[in-house]
């Protein structure tokens, strides 16, 4: 924050309770100010009314909304993918996305500005780890894209000249992938707390099974994930089926070898009754030949597993193309021989640079 008090979207909604009742007040008022940012996107201390003025003036010299002011935004040709880069309050800039497809309204949020992990093909693994996000910045993001749903966000009269249908307006976000920037399993406790709060049944009341965690694949994360049960459904970054080839895309494989990102894969899904997908970026005579298919098809045979196969996109770091829709449709006809369902990301939305920190990339 720019100044010293408190981010809201830091709190759960209990801590918040809590707070109130150290400052002396009944929690029915922190009850009341959840509600008013959660369910009606008020972040104006004056609008809240029906909050005694004392109450809200102290709340007001404690908690600050730690809205992200948008650096710049993107919308697809297609009008369903609208991209935001996002400044944080020390200026850092991360990236949210608005997805509307099939009626479906998803955020892809963003856990940290960069990313250790260092994936070749990757905008963000080219740009190298900056920060982790807090918790309120993640949550943060989730009411950034709320306020633009609402039609109260900064680009509302963009959000219903684009629209879709007349009724978009009313649309609610229901679904959150933590796909953005950033590893959030290098981030672990600041992004369940975020998930907790996206949660909470009085406020954005986001389904267990309507969030997704991408991971690169970091075991003793995936551990914990399935240890405490956590109510998020997870995605595993493979790229490569054997140890050697996974490691030349994705560095973080030379920590996490192979051999114990399955052993880990098959305890979550043992412990979560869940499945797992497996994501696959398709390089063009890199990993999308029959023999990979081949290969992949024999790593997960057995597993309650679906691969999504995303086309690259190409970024500036990194000498490959995408994998054509013919090779890819093969790949995904020798994945269903081993009893894998797959699906191939449409590259809808291309032309506004959808790619994982391509747009943080462009605006440098
Ligand atoms: N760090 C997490 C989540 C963010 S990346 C992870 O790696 O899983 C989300 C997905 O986008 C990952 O599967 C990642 O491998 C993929 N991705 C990154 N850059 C890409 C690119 N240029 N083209 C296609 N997919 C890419
Ligand atoms: Fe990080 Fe994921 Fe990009 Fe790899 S693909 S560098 S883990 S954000």
């Not at 993107?74 to 009626?103: C, N, P, Q, W």
């Not at 109260?152 to 000249?161: E, H, I, V, W, Y």
């Not at 895309?249 to 920590?255: S, Y």
Request: with cysteine.
């Amino acid at each position: 924050m720019s100044d010293s008090r408190a981010n809201f979207y830091d709190f759960t909604r209990d801590q918040l309770l809590a707070l109130v009742s150290r400052w002396g007040f009944a929690p029915v008022h922190g009850a009341r100010l959840w509600s008013y940012v959660y369910l009606r996107g008020t972040e104006d201390w004056r609008a809240m009314d029906e909050l005694p003025a004392r109450f809200r003036a102290q709340a007001e010299s404690e908690l600050a909304f730690g809205r992200l002011a948008t650096a710049a935004e993107t919308h697809s040709s297609d009008g369903f993918t609208r991209k935001y880069l996002l400044a944080l309050a020390d200026g850092r800039r991360i990236e949210t996305v608005l997805m509307r497809y099939s009626g479906r309204v998803t955020a892809c949020v963003s856990s940290q500005a960069g990313c250790a992990m260092g994936c070749v093909f990757c905008a963000t693994g080219q740009m190298g780890f900056v920060r982790h996000l807090s918790a309120g910045e993640i949550v943060a993001q989730a009411m950034h894209v709320d306020a633009v749903l609402r039609g109260t966000g900064p680009d509302a009269a963009l959000a219903d000249a684009a629209s879709a249908s007349p009724h978009d307006r009313h649309e609610r976000l229901r679904n959150l992938v933590l796909m953005g920037m950033g590893e959030p399993l290098h981030n672990y406790d600041a992004v369940m707390q975020a998930i907790d709060i996206l949660r909470d049944p009085s406020g954005l009341a986001l389904g267990a099974k309507r969030i997704t965690l991408s991971t690169v694949g970091v075991v003793p994360g995936i551990l914990r994930l399935a240890a405490e049960q956590r109510p998020v459904h997870l995605a595993v970054s493979l790229h490569g089926a054997t140890q050697e080839e996974r490691a030349a895309l994705v560095p973080a494989a030379k920590k996490w070898p192979l051999d114990e990102l399955m052993d880990a894969c098959r305890a979550y899904i043992a412990r979560q009754q869940r499945r797992i997908f497996y994501e696959w970026t398709l390089i063009e005579g890199k990993n999308d030949t029959p023999e990979t298919a081949h290969a992949v098809g024999r790593l997960l045979h057995g597993q309650l597993a679906q691969v999504n196969l995303i086309p690259l996109n190409p970024t500036a770091g990194y000498d490959g193309e995408p994998t054509g829709r013919d090779a890819a449709k093969k790949f995904q006809a020798i994945l269903a021989g081993y009893g894998l369902p797959s699906t191939i990301r449409q590259r809808r939305g291309i032309d506004i640079a959808a790619g994982c920190g391509q747009l943080a990339v462009a605006k440098k």
